[in-house]
């Protein structure tokens, strides 16, 4: 008895068009706004991976650079390749220099006290 009235009530449903306004109106009227992407796309499990991975690639290159330059601009003058070097380079250099020419000279110096002191026990 219950399967009968189902029956007729689907039935009468159908002749009313009660079933077609269940569905949604974009499949009736055709293809959908992401047809064509997803024919593109998602056409096969290759294609949808390679399509997954190059989104992945871009989408990692693209936040990368993003987090770069925000630590950058945060940091800007207090990183190591921001810093001018040669203004210390050129300081530490002359310092060595100089401390390099004194070394010299007071080798020279003992060398020739040596020789001196050589040459008067020879006589």
Known sequence: MWSRSIRSAAVQAKR??????ATKQSSLNGKGAFDGLYKVFMKSTPVYVTTVLIAALVAEGVYGSATNYIWEANNRGRLYHHIDWSKF????????EEEEEQEEEEEEEVMEDAHVDDEEYDE
């Open 16 to 21: 009313q068009g009660i079933r077609s306004m």
């Open 89 to 96: 380079a050129q300081e530490e250099e002359e310092e060595e």
